[in-house]
């Protein structure tokens, strides 16, 4: 799942720079050449074939059955995200920066919005998750720890230190992003020095695992999101298929 993430997240940066290639570079004749009519037809074929195959085999009794004894749903859906960012970039290609009818800047506007929802809905959603997990196990760990130190500390009442503890909000709100580091403390320290340092890496934990919850119930709508960009971008697209044939291409002139 890293390594996937990396590539998708390397194509996107790929494909941000080549949209933003329009602010030095500019090919009106090109969308309507040759090469340029294939990168379109590409395009749209790898956008629109393998995502309508995986919504449908996700969707259709019928199809699932019979398609993923062969192929899993999950290889369909791999194929599905590769194809698509792969078909958006071509796409860009395509356009030879020429965003100059506001149909061809819609167009690529709910591209890029579509292709961005994907991938928070594919890789960020399910890394919150992971986080999650994890975080919420290491809590675990660390409440059984406190509870059995607060248990010897029964034992030994006399044995008391004075300890402070300070932490801002900034740093906790890194902590949500960045990681837990849990406290470090010397076996031989004594017991309430070991319990409060203990209890503030519980208190961050939990800070953590609230934030991370927050941010997830924030972007957990991203499905719908995904629905709606698709559904205007394919509109859109086909707009603009009507387009280019209503109005003829150049080089069958």
Same mark, same amino acid.
């Given at each position: 799942?890293?390594?996937?993430?990396?590539?998708?997240?390397?194509?996107?940066?790929?494909?941000?720079?080549?949209?933003?290639?329009?602010?030095?570079?500019?090919?009106?004749?090109?969308?309507?050449?040759?090469?340029?009519?294939?990168?379109?037809?590409?395009?749209?074929?790898?956008?629109?074939?393998?995502?309508?195959?995986?919504?449908?085999?996700?969707?259709?009794?019928f199809l699932k059955e019979k398609i993923t004894k062969r192929?899993?749903?999950?290889?369909?859906?791999?194929?599905?995200?590769? /194809?698509?960012?792969?078909?958006?970039?071509?796409?860009?290609?395509?356009?030879?920066?020429?965003? *100059?009818?506001?149909?061809g800047i819609w167009l690529t506007a709910m591209m890029l919005? /579509?292709?961005?929802?994907?991938?928070?809905?594919?890789?960020?959603?399910?890394?919150?998750?992971?986080?999650?997990?994890?975080?919420?196990?290491?809590?675990?760990?660390?409440?059984?720890?406190?509870?059995?130190?607060?248990?010897?500390?029964?034992?030994q009442p006399n044995n008391e230190v004075a300890y402070t503890?300070?932490?801002?909000?900034?740093?906790?709100?890194?902590?949500?992003?960045?990681?837990?580091?849990?406290?470090?403390?010397?076996?031989?320290?004594?017991?309430?020095?070991?319990?409060?340092?203990?209890? *503030?890496?519980?208190?961050?934990? *939990?800070?953590?695992?609230?934030?991370? *919850?927050?941010?997830?119930?924030? /972007?957990?709508?991203?499905?719908?999101?995904?629905?709606?960009?698709?559904?205007?971008?394919?509109?859109?697209?086909?707009?603009?298929?009507?387009?280019?044939?209503?109005?003829?291409?150049?080089?069958?002139?």
């Amino acid at each position: 799942m890293k390594q996937e993430r990396t590539i998708i997240g390397g194509l996107l940066v790929l494909q941000l720079i080549l949209w933003l290639g329009f602010l030095v570079h500019r090919s009106p004749r090109f969308p309507g050449s040759l090469m340029g009519g294939i990168l379109a037809v590409l395009a749209a074929l790898l956008m629109i074939v393998p995502p309508l195959l995986y919504s449908a085999t996700k969707r259709i009794k019928f199809l699932k059955e019979k398609i993923t004894k062969r192929i899993s749903l999950g290889t369909i859906l791999n194929w599905h995200i590769y /194809t698509s960012i792969s078909g958006s970039i071509l796409a860009i290609l395509h356009t030879g920066h020429r965003f *100059e009818s506001n149909l061809g800047i819609w167009l690529t506007a709910m591209m890029l919005l /579509t292709v961005l929802s994907g991938f928070v809905g594919r890789y960020f959603l399910s890394y919150s998750s992971k986080e999650l997990k994890e975080k919420q196990t290491e809590l675990n760990l660390l409440a059984t720890q406190y509870n059995q130190i607060i248990g010897a500390i029964a034992q030994q009442p006399n044995n008391e230190v004075a300890y402070t503890v300070s932490r801002n909000f900034v740093s906790r709100a890194l902590n949500s992003f960045v990681g837990m580091k849990t406290a470090q403390v010397d076996a031989n320290a004594p017991l309430s020095l070991r319990a409060m340092r203990v209890a *503030e890496s519980i208190a961050d934990l *939990e800070y953590a695992i609230k934030t991370h *919850e927050l941010l997830k119930r924030r /972007t957990a709508s991203w499905l719908k999101v995904h629905i709606a960009t698709s559904c205007a971008f394919y509109l859109l697209l086909i707009l603009h298929i009507w387009s280019a044939i209503y109005f003829g291409l150049r080089y069958f002139k």
